[in-house]
């Protein structure tokens, strides 16, 4: 039996990992502190193959027998987050990193790194391709995840060329769906949460920087894809559907026929402007696009939002 150890496995994307690799008939060891996890998210997996381990990736790891895969999602992913856990934001990214590729080492396992448009920080190249550098303040608020991210895939490839461990990095675009955390602070869950409570909208800035929705399962298909490839070299996965975040201020509004009124509040430090990514390495290298509309994604993370809320 494949046998995978994912960290941040009780966290958004994580847990539909999870899920996923289980129905594939994985052994899936579920590493998470819970900081911004939540076992909610993999309460419904109830089978002798799915292990839960609450454990801090920074502090060293211990998986008795094989492992095939080590998957490393652990950390804190939204502006909110970086703000209230910097410091484990870096660790998690660095000295996790390297525990997660000690282990991979160890076990002869393929390492997986979700890395981020973010090291892109406000990028001058647009769209990203994987061969742009980027352009991140390493000092402002964001500095904590975008600078973590990079050192994390500087690791990676510092394994690979090394010691020789498979490395597959993912360049994660902004991803949203079910088991998003209501007060994460990203535009997705709080535009829902305040439309569906009929609250004012908080649009940051004149609503006029861009961004490109990926519907998480179109995401974690992708993922499977560059797992099972041969690709070491990082993959950007999202959907390049550009629009502008008071586009999608106003399209929640009308999907949840909400009375709720958009406020313009300061935009926070080092806003990236645009992001979308180029997809043609994904299309070629994976044989992957998105194909989980705009529409049906709302529609499905609007319900999940409902139910969060009227619980
Ligand atoms: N944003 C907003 N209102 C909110 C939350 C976010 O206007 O209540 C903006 C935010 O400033 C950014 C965009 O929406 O320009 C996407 O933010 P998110 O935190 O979802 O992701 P990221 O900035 O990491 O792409």
């Given at each position: 039996?494949?046998?995978?150890?994912?960290?941040?496995?009780?966290?958004?994307?994580?847990?539909?990992?999870?899920?996923?690799?289980?129905?594939?008939?994985?052994?899936?060891?579920?590493?998470?502190?819970?900081?911004?996890?939540?076992?909610?998210?993999?309460?419904?997996?109830?089978d002798d193959r799915f292990h839960f381990i609450k454990h801090d990736v920074t502090k060293y790891i211990y998986i008795k027998g094989k492992l095939d895969y080590i998957i490393h999602f652990a950390s804190p992913a939204s502006p909110i987050d970086y703000l209230q856990y910097p410091i484990?934001?870096?660790?998690?990214?660095?000295?996790?990193?390297?525990?997660?590729?000690?282990?991979?080492?160890?076990?002869?396992?393929?390492?997986?790194?979700?890395?981020?448009?973010?090291?892109?920080?406000?990028?001058?190249?647009?769209?990203?391709?994987?061969d742009y550098w980027g352009n991140v303040n390493p000092?402002?608020?964001r500095g904590v995840y975008d600078e973590a991210k990079r050192f994390?895939?500087?690791?990676?490839?510092?394994?690979?060329?090394?010691?020789?461990?498979?490395?597959?990095?993912?360049?994660?675009?902004?991803t949203y769906g079910p088991r998003m955390r209501i007060n994460d602070g990203r535009a997705i869950p709080n535009f829902i949460t305040q439309a569906l409570k009929g609250e004012d909208i908080t649009v940051y800035g004149d609503g006029s920087q861009t961004r490109s929705f990926c519907?998480?399962?179109?995401?974690?298909e992708g993922i499977y894809r560059l797992l099972i490839s041969n690709e070491d070299y990082p993959v950007n996965l999202g959907n390049p559907s550009e629009m502008t975040i008071l586009q999608m201020a106003e399209k929640i509004i009308d999907f949840t026929k909400s009375k709720s009124k958009i406020v313009f509040n300061p935009l926070p430090e080092d806003d990236?402007?645009?992001?979308?990514?180029?997809?043609?390495?994904?299309?070629?290298?994976?044989?992957?696009?998105?194909?989980?509309?705009?529409?049906?994604?709302l529609e499905e993370t609007i319900q999940y939002f409902r139910k969060k809320i009227n619980a």
């Open positions: 039996m494949i046998r995978t150890l994912i960290t941040g496995g009780a966290g958004f994307i994580g847990s539909h990992m999870c899920d996923y690799l289980f129905k594939k008939g994985h052994e899936v060891f579920c590493m998470d502190n819970l900081i911004t996890g939540d076992t909610s998210n993999i309460a419904h997996i109830h484990q934001t870096l660790k998690v990214g660095s000295l996790g990193t390297h525990k997660a590729l000690g282990l991979a080492k160890e076990k002869k396992a393929i390492f997986f790194l979700a890395s981020t448009s973010e090291i892109y920080g406000d990028p001058l190249i647009h769209p990203q391709k994987e000092i402002g608020i994390a895939e500087a690791m990676a490839m510092a394994y690979h060329r090394y010691h020789g461990i498979d490395t597959r990095i993912v360049r994660i675009f902004n519907y998480v399962s179109d995401l974690v990236p402007k645009v992001r979308q990514p180029d997809i043609s390495k994904a299309k070629e290298v994976l044989k992957w696009q998105p194909g989980v509309t705009l529409d049906k994604g």
